[in-house]
């Protein structure tokens, strides 16, 4: 971005028993908490929702499918597979085929339900 939140920003997916949520992490000392969330819806809305608005339907369905294609990619190594289960049986949900759940989920993604869960769940105001 064009703004010095702090030394360490960044962005993940989190799912916590269940509950999937994305995760700004801001870590500085210039401004207050409640300015560093006001910055972050800021660039919500006027980044992240025209980026999304830009894209077509094709590209949503090229990134959707390259995600559901490599949820199916087989762990590389001992410490991948463990790690997966592992968080499996902490997610206390033991969904065993889950990689092929949520590649089937993605290949349903529509353009429309990005603009949605944007709306409704990432917006400052949102419903959710």
């Known amino acids: 971005t064009k703004q010095q939140l702090g030394y360490i920003v ?5 799912r916590t028993e ?3 949520s994305m995760v700004f992490v801001v870590q500085g000392a210039v401004l207050e908490p409640g ?3 006001g910055r972050v819806d800021t660039f919500l809305e006027e980044v992240a929702r025209p980026l999304l608005e830009a894209k077509t ?5 090229e990134v959707a499918g390259s995600l559901a294609e490599a949820r199916l990619t087989r762990a590389q190594g001992l410490a ?3 790690e997966r289960n592992l968080a499996e ?3 206390r949900q033991l969904q065993w085929d889950r990689p092929r759940v ?3 989920a993605l290949r349903r993604v529509r353009r429309a339900d990005v603009l949605a869960l944007l709306e409704r769940g990432m917006l ?5």
């Open 10 to 14: 960044s962005s993940l997916a989190s």
């Open 18 to 20: 269940g509950v999937v």
């Open 35 to 37: 300015q560093v969330l």
């Open 57 to 61: 339907e094709a590209e949503v369905q």
């Open 80 to 82: 991948e597979a463990v």
């Open 89 to 91: 049986l902490m997610s």
């Open 102 to 104: 949520e590649s089937d």
């Open 124 to 128: 400052a105001g949102g419903p959710e």
